[in-house]
């Protein structure tokens, strides 16, 4: 199992910027990748965006490609979600997974973007 650990929500105006960051611990040579999912009122929780372990490939949805940035430290197994030119849609909880399968999940952290 993986202990995945969320920070980093809050509130900002639409064309602002949030970084998300989650926290491994346990048996982290497992993870195979780490992302983020977003789940907004009334919606089915939606992938974000994704990073390799091995070798730092990332993968983005179209809705927020070119304004989020995924990266991580595998020294202290911690990913990190750069959120740039925030819109009012992208208002959700956010969830860090990790494993083959998504097996882990965190707790979430809300992002709430204003007009």
């Known amino acids: 199992q993986v202990q995945l650990i969320e920070s980093g929500g809050g509130l900002v105006q639409a064309g602002g910027s949030l970084r998300l960051s989650c926290a491994a611990s346990g048996r982290t040579f497992s ?5 983020w999912f977003r ?24 809705s927020v490609k070119g304004r ?12 990190a979600l750069q959120m ?3 819109k ?19 707790q979430g952290t809300q992002v709430t973007v204003s007009s």
């Open 31 to 35: 993870m195979y990748h780490m992302g």
């Open 39 to 62: 789940q907004a009122p009334g919606k089915e929780r939606e992938f974000v965006a994704r990073i390799a372990w091995l070798d730092g490939k990332t993968y983005y949805a179209d």
């Open 68 to 79: 989020f940035t995924i990266s991580r430290d595998s020294a202290k197994n911690t990913v």
């Open 84 to 86: 740039n030119n925030m």
């Open 88 to 106: 009012p849609e992208d208002t959700a909880n956010y969830y860090c997974a990790a494993g083959a399968g998504w097996s882990n999940w965190g």
